[in-house]
Nanobody, 126 residues
Framework: QLRVVEFGGGLVQPGESLRLSCAAS????????IGWFRQAPGKEREGVSC????????RYADSVKGRFTISRDNAKNRVFLEMKSLKPEDTAVYYC???????????????????WGQGTQVTVSS
């Protein structure tokens, strides 16, 4: 069974950092596109960062560029999202997802992914 599980969320103050982890089981993570998405109350799910399986490139939403970093540990079959200088507007449920992204397609679109974790809550508040 292909499965991904996120952990590492929590409550932090503005300006602080968090590191989210996504552990994969039942498949080899490096063979797939990997995405981090988030959904705030009353808003649509949006792409935060991703690694495209077709070209290996990483992408970031404009709102997190320079603050968030996606990385992968193939030996541990995990992907991480390092989040720095967190803002209240980063508050959301964060999801890890995997899928096979066709060449030429962006990996920041939720519809390109078919295997999702249950999500982890990130709250940024003073």
């Amino acid at each position: 069974q292909l499965r991904v599980v996120e952990f590492g969320g929590g409550l932090v103050q503005p300006g602080e950092s968090l590191r989210l982890s996504c552990a994969a089981s039942g498949f080899i993570l490096e063979h797939y596109g990997i995405g981090w998405f988030r959904q705030a109350p009353g808003k649509e799910r949006e792409g935060v960062s991703c690694i495209n399986n077709s070209d290996g490139r990483t992408r970031y939403a404009d709102s997190v560029k320079g603050r968030f970093t996606i990385s992968r540990d193939n030996a541990k079959n995990r992907v991480f999202l390092e989040m720095k200088s967190l803002k209240p507007e980063d508050t959301a449920v964060y999801y890890c997802a995997t899928g096979l992204i066709p060449y030429g397609r962006t990996c920041l679109i939720p519809e390109e992914f078919d295997n999702w974790g249950q999500g982890t809550q990130v709250t940024v508040s003073s």
